[in-house]
């Protein structure tokens, strides 16, 4: 909820009294205060919230082009880079100049009004000090002449009564007007001294009380001791006023000053200060002033209370319709409100509370944002709009922005031909960025020419109000919104292209056919994505170039414009701009428009070759090959060196192939006729030659010149044109003759002469050729080259078969061959990775590892190392190199190179190693893996058993503390999982265990109690392991009470043997109970141990008894029959002692099981009945309370024949 008390500061319509001339004294009335210089209310409490303000236009940062970055052209170099940065930082300059301009004429113009107002103070100023001197002259003398006549003439009824009351308000008037004179220094008290106006008025009422005026005394008495804070005197007088004169023009005024003391009151009481809140008796008596109706004074100041007071209430509802009908009344009456804004700002910050209902447990009411609003504010009105745009301002102030973008949208929706509407939709474009809604808001600054621009309504609208002022306004917003918009377009759709490329790229590399059917899907969606932003980017360019062809950066948008044609797919209209960039201007777009000409209508042949209008012997020879493979074009068009090619490669119709070859042997070629389409590029790419473009490619790129000449030039060969061939091949030759272009073409040019039968020219030209020395001495013919990577080729497509066929032997011979015989092979990284693969299969696990080694050490930035290094993991593993698969695997997953962090069997690498570790008995190392593999990989599902592995890893080491704190950690984070109740409940037990076997009862004791505490707060989870786990701590924390218990002894004086006995008795009870606990879990085996145990107590004190010696005082006589008794108390302990062990024996026999208990119960009864119960030598175990070991990590680790079985027709608590 936000805080009003800081919108509560409101006039407490302080009363202009007037001396009235004629015979009935006037009346004080309440004058319409200016909430400026009001009385000021309440302070702002703690936290709370300014009232609502208008973004101020003028102090919004500079934002769009001429501040953003220029686009920065496709391969500009750094002089043009530095272009556009020395033509952005005068633009800026430009900018602050015209700003400052601004800024001096505002100022200048401000200060010329300033001095006109002093000049006409000057004017008036003095007649004003002697109209006032003189007034206070009359004052002063009126006073005087009236007290003296009441001296004289005393209280009658006649006149009294109205001198008494032209007193109270002189009085009112002369100490208000001394105390606005005074210096405030000089001043005791913060307000007027009133008590004598008090004291007239007061004697008028009480002496007069039907004085035609009374009313009006009533109420100047209750305001002058308003004024001197005798608030709850000032309530009394107003509340007697409303209820002696309820129809006198005074009530609805008095009534609204009673509701502003329960008002003051109360919020008084909210902030400490008082202890009473009111707000229902306030809102009860402005409801009864604005009853009245809107004819007096202070309606507006009524409404506006009666509304704080609801909203104090929570009844934001009635809260709002006040503020509706405050608003509706001041814009009918002619004076209007100083109150209507407040109220417009107050709605607005009402309706941006996200939770109006603070009852419920919704922090944003369902109806939140323009629901509401319009629920309240939909009738048409015209002070909607400016609740509408304090609101949208109000939620943008609150960071909460895609509501406030929604009520800007409203907002230019429902008034189309604001004049504001252009800054509106900057904050409605800001509001929608901020919410991340950044496709929206450039597709609204695209549209903002079509909204603003001199066919829209909104420019009608503003011409015919001659608001030139906001159309240049807008033309300017609009102008900056398209350069951004071409900017945003043009950038976004750059890094969709890019997306796609990758895409394709994954999908051409991929090996499975849906990985690759997906990444196509995926370049296709996103290509088609690209395509529709940068037409949208060429729509708005074309647009700005029509609106804007004069603009300085004209090149700029208009290569933007050809780029993104381009880009969009639209190959004709594009290379048309390009063209005219290129041929009409020097300028630093000349060589990107070149090449771009080139690229245009290079894909436009392409088209129309596979559309089957144009011969495709224009095209790149590989482009030929493809279509031919692909069986759009005929053997007869292709060329016959391409032929040769395709029949040396096997590719193609092999018969086709060779009949044409067939056909063409000994025939000479034919001059066919160049294609428009074909000539238009060869035109475009001489273009870029005769400009002379190469010398203003940036350094890191290669020169095109080359290329180009080099295609033109086997066009023409193509198309039989020797002559033209020759040519530019020749061109090629005598200037670059260390390129393989030259090799190349030097061949080509022998070509034409071999296919005319020229031969006396062939071996001319070649004696020339020869002596240019083509190449560069270590290059090959291009011929050699290709045949090089065939043969490659085909050695490794033959490995693969082989491997396919599962000649797993041969298949890596093979790729270790093509790796060993050429080293330059491109795919040699995945020769021997597929080698070492084959290798695998065969089981030869060391020559496998030795290959992966080399991917990942001489190919590390290849895809396959990564792998590479985890099968050297795998296969040192299963070579017994456990050393090398753990460095492997550790190397796999701590490398922060990016192809080992995405490996999916980088996790799996770290737990590895910890597990090769634990079975060679690293376990320190082991266990701060998996420790490891815990804290780094907790989203694995066995990251939690990793950590209680590495608990029993410093179990095995002995090292306590570590195991304490894992066993801590591990408890901290899972110990409330039910899934991990069995692990918790061991860590408990192992611990317990620990100090346990020290024999240090006092520290293992909390260990088990934690056992059987988390247990039994949930005995269904966990299942029989954690049954079994809690019987045992159940029977261990037995045991540490049988053991402090056998250590009491039966000896000493008569006295200290009865004591002893007593303690032994005693203490059996409460042993045996603790045993008996441990029946309640029914879990054989410490069933079977409570019982055995229970016996042994049993047994334990009738040896204690039996071999109990007589106390010192006893004589021969006495000392026989004293241990007479006790041997017959012996007797029956070793009765119930044998009944336990009895028990266990026959539940053992019961449910077929075989134990430590049941040995021991049975080297008990031997003991007790020897001949029931013989034994061999060697059967006979010692009578000690042992304990068995705890379970393991997953399930109990049992004897032969254990097994946790309910126990059978036992009556535990018989036992």
Request: aromatic letters at 12%; proline letters at 4%; hydrophobic letters at 35%.
């Amino acid at each position: 909820m936000l805080c009003w008390l800081a919108f509560s500061g409101l006039a407490l319509f302080v009363p202009a009294l007037v001396w009235a001339q004629d015979e009935d004294a006037a009346e004080p009335e309440l004058a319409e205060a200016d909430t400026e210089t009001a009385d000021e209310g309440p302070a702002p409490t703690d936290g709370a919230a300014a009232a609502p303000t208008a973004p101020d236009a003028e102090a919004q940062p500079k934002t769009g082009v001429f501040s953003d970055p220029i686009p920065t052209p496709p391969n500009a170099d750094e002089n043009t880079i530095a272009e556009l940065a020395a033509y952005q930082n005068a633009t800026l300059r430009y900018i602050d100049e015209v700003s400052e301009y601004r800024n001096e004429l505002r100022t200048a113009v401000l200060s010329e009004y300033d001095a006109k107002l002093k000049s006409i103070d000057k004017v008036y100023a003095g007649e004003l000090t002697k109209l006032r001197d003189d007034e206070r002259i009359q004052r002063t003398d009126s006073i005087a002449r009236l007290e003296r006549f009441l001296e004289k003439h005393g209280r009658n009824e006649t006149y009294a009564p109205g001198v008494l009351y032209r007193l109270a308000v002189l009085h009112y008037e002369k100490a208000d007007e001394e105390y606005l004179s005074a210096d405030p220094s000089t001043l005791t008290q913060d307000y007027p001294d009133f008590s004598k106006s008090i004291g007239y008025s007061g004697e008028l009422i009480r002496r007069f009380p039907n004085f035609p005026q009374a009313d009006g005394a009533y109420y100047l008495l209750g305001f002058c001791q308003l004024q001197m804070d005798q608030e709850d005197a000032a309530n009394d007088t107003f509340m007697a006023l409303v209820e002696k004169f309820p129809d006198s023009s005074k009530t609805p005024e008095a009534l609204t000053r009673i509701g502003e003391y329960h008002f003051s009151r109360s919020q008084d009481a909210i902030q400490g200060v008082g202890s009473e809140v009111t707000w229902d008796v306030a809102k009860s008596y402005y409801a009864r002033a604005v009853a009245y109706g809107p004819d007096y004074a202070i309606y507006d100041r009524a409404l506006y209370r009666l509304a704080w007071t609801e909203y104090y209430n929570e009844d934001y509802d009635s809260m709002i319709h006040r503020f509706i009908e405050l608003v509706e009344y001041a814009d009918q009456v002619p004076k209007g409100s100083s109150l209507r804004q407040e109220a417009i700002e107050f709605m607005a910050a009402a309706l941006a509370e996200e939770d109006w209902n603070l009852q419920d447990t919704i922090d944003r009411d369902p109806d939140f944002g323009m629901s509401r609003f319009n629920k309240y504010l939909n009738s048409g009105q015209d002070f909607e709009l400016e609740v509408l745009r304090v609101y949208a301002d109000t939620l943008a102030e609150q960071a909460r922005y895609d509501f406030a973008a929604e009520a800007y949208e409203a907002l230019l929706q429902r008034d189309v031909c604001n004049p504001e509407n252009p800054k509106i939709h900057q904050s409605y474009i800001t509001a929608l960025n901020l919410s991340e809604q950044r496709e929206k808001a450039v597709l609204v600054q695209s549209n903002l020419d079509a909204i603003y621009g001199k066919t829209s309504e909104w420019y009608k609208c503003q011409e015919q109000n001659g608001n030139l002022e906001a159309i240049a306004y807008a033309d300017s917003i609009a102008r900056k919104a398209m350069m951004y918009s071409i900017s945003t377009y043009y950038t976004q759709a750059g890094e969709l292209d890019v997306a796609a490329e990758e895409a394709l790229a994954k999908a051409d590399s991929a090996r499975s056919p849906a990985t690759q059917a997906e990444l196509q899907a995926q370049h296709d969606t996103t290509r088609a994505k690209a395509i529709e932003v940068y037409t949208r980017t060429a729509e708005l360019t074309q647009g700005f170039l029509e609106k804007y062809p004069n603009d300085q950066d004209v090149y700029l948008y208009r290569y933007i414009l050809a780029d993104a044609l381009y880009n969009s797919e639209q190959y004709e209209k594009s290379a048309v701009v390009f063209d005219d960039i290129r041929d009409l201007s020097d300028g630093r777009f000349r060589r990107d428009a070149a090449m771009g000409s080139i690229d245009a209508r290079s894909i436009l042949l392409y088209q129309g070759v596979e559309q089957g209008q144009v011969d495709p012997l224009g095209l790149p020879p590989e482009d030929i090959k493809t279509l031919y493979g692909r069986g759009a074009v005929q053997a007869s068009i292709v060329p016959t060196y391409l032929l040769s090619e395709l029949a040396s490669e096997g590719k193609g119709d092999q018969a086709a192939i060779e009949a044409e070859l067939a056909a063409r042997d000994g025939q000479k070629a034919v001059m066919r006729p160049i294609p428009q389409e074909t000539q238009r590029v060869l035109d475009a790419r001489d273009k870029y030659a005769e400009y002379h473009l190469d010398s203003r490619r940036p350094e890191t790129e290669e020169p095109l010149e080359d290329d180009y000449e080099y295609l033109n030039a086997l066009t023409y060969y193509h198309y039989g044109d020797y002559e033209q061939a020759r040519t530019r091949f020749g061109r090629i030759i005598d200037q670059h003759p260390e390129t393989d272009f030259a090799v190349v073409s030097a061949g080509f040019v022998i070509n034409t002469y071999q296919e005319e039968g020229d031969l006396d020219k062939v071996a001319e030209i070649s004696d020339s050729l020869r002596e240019k020395k083509l190449g560069t001495g270590e290059g090959t013919s291009d011929l050699d080259t290709k045949l090089q990577d065939i043969k490659y080729s085909a050695l490794f497509e033959k490995a693969r078969q082989l491997f396919d066929a599962e000649q797993y032997a041969e298949a890596a011979y093979e790729y270790e061959r093509i790796a060993d015989e050429n080293p330059t092979f491109d795919d040699i990284h995945l020769a021997l990775y597929n080698a070492g693969v084959a290798y695998e299969r065969i089981q030869r696990y060391e020559s496998a590892m030795r290959l992966y080694k080399r991917v990942y050490t001489e190919y590390n930035d290849k895809p396959e190392a990564a792998d590479a290094l985890y099968r050297v993991g795998v296969n040192g593993e299963r070579f017994f190199d456990f050393e090398t698969a753990v460095d492997s695997y550790l190397e796999l997953h701590d490398s922060k190179r990016q192809t080992f962090l995405d490996h999916p069997e980088r996790v799996t690498a770290l737990r590895k190693a910890a597990i090769i570790l634990k079975y060679t008995e690293s376990f320190e190392r082991a266990a701060q893996l998996m420790e490891r593999y815990h804290d780094e990989h907790n989203e694995q599902t066995d990251a939690p058993e990793l950590l209680f592995e590495a608990c029993l890893m410093y179990e095995e080491m002995g090292n306590y503390s570590k195991m304490d704190k894992t066993f801590e950690k591990f408890r901290k984070k899972y110990a409330g999982d039910p899934e991990f109740r069995v692990f918790t409940l061991t860590s408990y037990v192992k611990q317990g265990d620990y100090f346990n076997k020290k024999n240090d009862l006092k520290k293992a004791k909390p260990f088990y109690e934690k056992v059987v505490t988390v247990y039994q707060d949930s005995p269904s989870v966990g299942g029989t392991k954690a049954n079994y786990l809690a019987a045992k701590a159940q029977y261990l924390l037995a045991d540490m009470e049988f053991k402090s218990w056998s250590k009491i002894k039966l000896n000493g004086t008569l006295k200290q043997f009865k004591q002893n006995v007593a303690s032994k008795k005693e203490g059996s009870a409460v042993v045996a109970q603790k045993f008996n606990q441990v029946l309640t879990y029914k879990n054989a085996e410490w069933t079977m141990a409570a019982l055995y145990s229970i016996g042994g107590m049993f047994h334990n004190f009738a040896s204690s008894m039996e071999q109990a010696e007589c106390p010192p005082s006893f004589d021969a006589d006495t000392c026989d029959g004293f241990l007479e008794s006790l041997l017959e108390g012996a007797f029956e302990l070793k009765d119930k002692a044998r009944e336990n062990y009895e028990a266990v024996v026959q539940f053992g026999r019961d449910n077929s099981i075989v134990n430590e208990w049941t040995r021991k119960s049975l080297n008990g009864l031997n003991d007790i009945a020897p001949k029931e119960y013989p034994m061999f030598e060697g059967e006979r175990t010692a009578l000690t309370q042992t304990t068995t070991s705890p379970a393991g990590l997953l399930r109990a680790t049992k004897s032969e024949g254990e097994q946790d079985v309910e126990p059978k027709d036992v009556d535990m608590e018989d036992k």
